[in-house]
């Protein structure tokens, strides 16, 4: 106790010393249990060190390490040394190499013909190449062009600058706010009814108007068979060599369009497609003349794609209006999600809920809002990262088509008398499609993982077997032999610093007694 001082007080900094004593005291007894908790587990001797090694280099499952330690002539140690190593060695480039091309994601394409008793039949739609009546022509000069607005958003219509920048078709917009294109085309597009469809026969039954779903392309009014909306309305077939034929009257006298927009031709355009997908006439639509018969042979083809990183498709891509994705489809989707979030509404062409976009929103929104994604590439396809990746499973149908007159000679006079019509109407209006199967198989196109992971896994345990003997065991024998002495060499350094540790704080009190004693 120091004179002046009241006892149990801290004054000055010999006092404060004197207040942390109780704190170094608990620090110097936590290190002590940490000291005594070690000490219960001591070190071997460098002794047992060396023992534990040997036993391990003559007991160990790796080939050729205990010839080094069991060999008494130096010359054969060296040369087994220089074994082992050089077999390391080539272990070790062999595993890389082997890693090297597993995270290549190679890939190995596997093409295989399936013979089955019934193939399912595909969705086709057609279209006239005359898109609009000629009546309503005459009373809407502008729907070509106020239609090529509208099919912007297929992506293929170009639009004729100098026309739809004119006065004429500004005013238009302007003062038929409550115009629908979408009725306007729907009432006064191309039909579907006995008089346009003459005949239909599918497998040797007959079919009709009733048995076609309407859809709107880039062609205005189309007419999909085989839609395949529900499983029961999905057709197959179970010969070669028959399936859909049909009869058109494409009633040139009632429908026209504009040649300067490329609309020149008349006949029937029309998609072969999967059920259930959006038919895609852009370098994939086919076309009959009038006056002709087209024969149509087709084939079955799938392709399954990988996911990335072994392929390019996304497996967990969907569609808001449909149950299967698609590229095409996809595509559409994008389109309708911009123009949605720029314009408030949706072309009645794109998939969605939201309000349907009237005249002057085609012209003064959708149509700049469509130009600046194809600009500036917001919805892209083909790969991973793209908006629209391709599908994990894509199916075609490859197509060859053949020409002949339709109808002949003697056949001309009997369809004139049973249609009521001349000889050079049947010519100028009928025409005839036929579409088959060539076989009753299928090609499927498949893409594999070239290694998997069992194989790599395989590849790996094999190099380990023919160049050290190894095993899976061994490996293990080996990561038990570094974690025990990896352990000690911990264990050893933590007794070290601990007696470090105790020897600072043990000055630091003696240095703290020694003024505590001086201040008094």
């Known amino acids: 106790m120091c004179l002046g001082v009241p006892e149990g007080s801290c004054l000055g900094k010999s006092g404060m010393e004197q207040c942390e004593k109780p704190t170094s005291h608990a620090e110097k007894g936590v290190l002590e249990k940490i000291k005594l908790y070690l000490l219960r587990k001591p070190l071997p001797s460098p002794t047992d060190q060396r023992k534990f090694g040997h036993d391990f280099a003559t007991s160990t499952s790796f080939h050729g390490v205990h010839n080094i330690v069991r060999n008494q002539s130096k010359i054969r140690k060296v040369i087994w040394l ?30 295989e013909v399936q013979y089955v008793e019934k193939i399912e039949f595909p969705a086709v739609t057609f279209c006239n190449l005359n898109r609009f009546k000629t009546d309503a022509v005459v009373r809407f000069g502008n729907i070509f062009y106020l239609w090529s607005i509208v099919s912007k958003v297929f992506g293929v219509q170009e639009i004729n600058a100098n026309f739809t920048d004119s006065q004429k078709v500004i005013d238009f917009v302007e003062t038929h706010q409550n115009f629908s294109i979408t009725e306007f085309v729907k009432n006064n597009g191309f039909f579907l009814n006995r008089s346009t469809l003459l005949a239909c026969d599918f497998f040797g039954m007959r079919c009709g108007p009733e048995d076609f779903k309407h859809i709107f392309t880039e062609y205005g009014n189309c007419f999909t068979f085989n839609h395949g909306e529900n499983i029961q309305e999905k057709k197959k077939v179970s010969v070669s060599g028959r399936g859909l034929n049909l009869v058109f ?10 040649p300067d927009l490329g609309f020149a031709d008349a006949g029937i355009v029309f998609a072969i497609h999967p059920p259930r997908r959006e038919p895609r006439f852009d370098g994939l639509g086919l076309s009959s003349p009038v006056g002709m018969h087209a024969r149509v042979t087709i084939r079955q083809l799938r392709t399954v794609h990988q996911e990335y990183p072994w392929g390019e498709c996304n497996p967990n891509m969907k569609l808001r209006g449909l149950d299967s994705y698609s590229t095409f489809g996809c595509l559409k989707e994008c389109r309708a999600r911009h123009i949605e979030r720029q314009c408030g509404c949706l072309p009645f062409t794109l998939p969605g809920n939201k309000i349907e976009c009237d005249l002057q929103k085609y012209y003064n929104c959708v149509s700049p809002v469509i130009e600046h994604i194809e600009l500036k590439a917001l919805c892209t396809m083909g790969t991973h990262n793209s908006s629209c990746p391709v599908s994990c499973e894509e199916t075609e149908y490859p197509a060859a088509i053949s020409y002949s007159t339709f109808p002949r000679q003697s056949a001309l006079k009997h369809l004139s008398r049973r249609l009521n019509q001349s000889e050079a109407y049947i010519r100028e209006n009928l025409v005839n499609i036929e579409i088959n199967y060539s076989d009753l198989n299928y090609e499927i196109t498949q893409q594999h993982k070239a290694v998997s992971v069992p194989e790599l896994l395989a590849d790996v345990g094999g190099q380990l077997g023919l160049f050290c003997g190894a095993s899976l065991i061994t490996i293990i024998e080996i990561i038990e032999y570094i974690f025990t002495n990896f352990y000690w060499v911990c264990i050893f350094f933590l007794l070290k610093i601990l007696k470090v540790t105790q020897w600072t704080l043990q000055s630091q009190n003696h240095s703290g007694n020694k003024n505590s004693i001086e201040e008094c």
């Open 82 to 111: 220089a074994v082992v190593l050089g077999s390391v060695s080539l272990l070790v480039w062999q595993i890389y190499s082997r890693l090297v091309n597993y995270f290549t994601w190679p890939i190995t394409t596997v093409v």
């Open 249 to 258: 009257d494409v009633h040139q006298e009632k429908f026209t369009d504009n």
